[in-house]
C-alpha cells in the first residue's frame, strides 16, 4: 500500500523514531515536524490471492476477509496499540480472527437492516468523503512533494546554523548575600587573587564552595537564565559583574568554551528529507486550496462559528 501523502490533512499521527540518544542533532522544528508525518507500509503477502486485494485469511458463510484488508484495519488504529500489535505474533493471529468475528457481526447487522440506520448513514457518508478527499489529494498532489539530493543539500548549506549544536559552557560562580560583599569580592578578584580560593573562604553556596564555584558543563540556552545576559559578552576566563537571582548574588567565571559542532550531513540527510517532503506537501496543499478557491465560492459564518468553538471546546486541564 503507498504511503498517503497528505493523510496529516485527515487522521494525523507520530512517526516511528530511533531513541532519541541515537537520533542525530536536528532543530527543534524540524523534529516537531516529523512527529506529525504518518508513515504506513506492508510487504507482500505469500499466500495464495484473491484477485488483486492478498491473500484469503478466513471465511465467512463464502465470503472471504482478505489480507489487504486486516492490513487496512490495522494501519488505522492509534499509533501505540497498532505498534504493540505489530510486534507480536501472537496478538496478530488473535486479530485476525477478531476481525472474522467482526465480519460475521456485520453480517448479522445486514440481516437486520442496521445499515440502513440513518445516523448509522450519515456516519458512513462523512467517513466516505474524508476518503474521497485523502484520495483526491494523493493522486493530484503527489509529485509535487518530491524531494531530490539536491534540495537536501541546498537546505543543509543554506540553514547550517540549525545543525550546530550549541556551545558547552563550564561555569563556576561565588555566592553572596548583599551586593556590597559581591562588589568587595569582585575588586579583589581585580588585584589578583585566585578565584577559586575566594569561593571557598566566601561563597554562601554550600553545593559549590569547596569545589572552588565550580557549577558544572550546560548547553549555553541551559545555563541559569540570569546568568545569560551577563555570558552573552564574556569570553573565557572572565568573570562578571554581579548577577542578582533569588539565592542572593553571584560573580560568574566563564571557565572555559566548548564550541558548537556542525553534524555531518549523512547523519541528518533522511530525517532531512522527510521534513522537507512534508513542507512541501503543505506548501502544495495550501496552493492547491488557493487555486480551487477561484473557482468555488466560500462563505464562513464567523458568528455562527465563534459560538460552535467556545461549545465545542475543551478547556485545558
Known sequence: MAPALFVIFIRPCF?????????????QRILLTLLSVALYGCGPANAPQDGKRGAIL???????????????SIDMLPDAPRI??????????????????????????LKKGIDKDPEVRRLVAAAEKTYIVQR????????????????????????????????????????????KAAEEARSRLKRGEDFAALARALSTDALSRDKGGLLGTVERSK?????????????????????????GYHLVKLMDVQPGQLVAFEGVREPLRQFLAQEKQRQALEDYIASLKKGYKVELNTAEIDRFVQATATPKK
Open 15 to 27: 512517526s516511528l523514531l530511533r531513541n532519541a540518544d541515537e537520533m542525530p542533532k536536528l532543530p
Open 58 to 72: 478466513a471465511k465467512v458463510d463464502g465470503q472471504t476477509v482478505l489480507a489487504d484488508d486486516v492490513r487496512l
Open 84 to 109: 504493540s500489535l505489530t510486534h507480536d505474533k501472537e496478538a496478530l493471529r488473535r486479530y485476525v480472527e477478531e476481525y472474522a468475528h467482526k465480519e460475521m457481526i456485520y453480517r448479522e447487522a
Open 136 to 179: 483526491m489529494l494523493d493522486t493530484t498532489l503527489a509529485d509535487k512533494a518530491k524531494v531530490t539530493d539536491a534540495d537536501l543539500k541546498k537546505y543543509f548549506e543554506e540553514h547550517k546554523d540549525e545543525f550546530t549544536a550549541e556551545d558547552r559552557l563550564t561555569l563556576a560562580h561565588i555566592q553572596f548575600d548583599s551586593l
Open 223 to 247: 545555563a541559569p537564565p540570569e546568568f545569560a545576559e551577563a555570558l552573552a559578552d564574556m569570553k573565557k576566563g572572565e568573570v562578571s559583574a554581579p548577577v542578582k537571582t533569588q539565592h
